[in-house]
């Protein structure tokens, strides 16, 4: 299933002026993993979700990438727990401050963690450095370059998974979700298809170019090139 769509709601000002000054402090750093999302794009992308029934609030959200915290942050304050999985440490460290100064926003019983390491485990590293890995091809076939796990903050070399270290069961995880552009896609889409539940959805935000979806192969034919959000299954896969 792929469904695409452009209409985005309004989040509350307060509630975005709060997420965004607590994570104020993470947003001024230098560091190129994060990057900026527009909280009411991601919000109207959860209520459209929940409209549609794909997802519901009580699930638990593994977030590729969260940066300075905001999308967790908004997932959370929708009614989602959420692991947020951060590659810098520095802003893995700062968006556990801004979750700190959000609490008065989720609902009790949720939980927001926030870890320093890489979203992508480890044994996909090395099924990458052992040159199995179908996001490769893709990436050297219709984006002209692969990623390179030597070189890239998202292909580091991992001395421990972050999943096993903090005992995070993937399997448990009931939505992922990830920011994507360009060559990036590919890889984040091979993670969910091997390591999450046959009824997990991915939600993705970013601009994927239409020649390279149809080229690609993974989604059928789509009408709009532009369409910011996605849900994806993994029947989409096979």
């Known amino acids: 299933m792929l469904i695409m769509f452009k209409d985005h709601k309004e989040l509350s000002l307060q509630v975005g002026e709060q997420i965004e000054n607590a994570c104020r402090g993470a947003r001024k750093s230098n560091v190129r993993s994060w990057v900026p999302i527009g909280l009411g794009d991601l919000w109207g992308a959860v209520l459209h979700g929940e409209k549609l029934g794909l997802i519901h609030p009580g699930q ?3 977030d590729m990438g969260s940066g300075s915290g905001s999308s967790s942050l908004l997932w959370a304050y929708q009614g989602y727990n959420v692991i ?3 590659i810098s440490q520095k802003l893995a460290r700062s968006s556990k401050e801004a979750v700190r100064k959000c609490q008065n926003l989720m609902k009790d019983g949720l939980e927001v963690r ?3 390491g890489s979203y992508y485990p480890k044994s996909y590293i090395e099924k990458r450095e052992k040159r199995k890995s179908i996001a490769e091809k893709i990436e050297k076939e219709y984006f002209g370059h692969s990623r390179n796990h030597k070189s890239e903050i998202f292909f580091p070399v991992c001395k421990e998974d972050v999943y096993k270290k903090n005992k995070i069961e993937m399997k448990s995880i009931d939505v992922f979700y990830a920011y994507i552009w360009g060559v990036q896609g590919p890889s984040i889409m091979e993670v969910f298809k091997d390591y999450a539940r046959d009824d997990t959805i ?7 170019d239409e020649e390279h979806i149809r080229k690609i192969g993974l989604f059928p034919a789509v009408d709009d090139a532009y369409s910011y959000t ?4 993994k029947g989409v896969f096979f």
């Open 230 to 233: 996605q849900y994806i299954t």
């Open 202 to 208: 991915l939600c993705i935000i970013g601009r994927i």
């Open 114 to 116: 926030i870890f320093n």
């Open 60 to 62: 638990t959200v593994l």
């Open 84 to 86: 947020g999985i951060e």
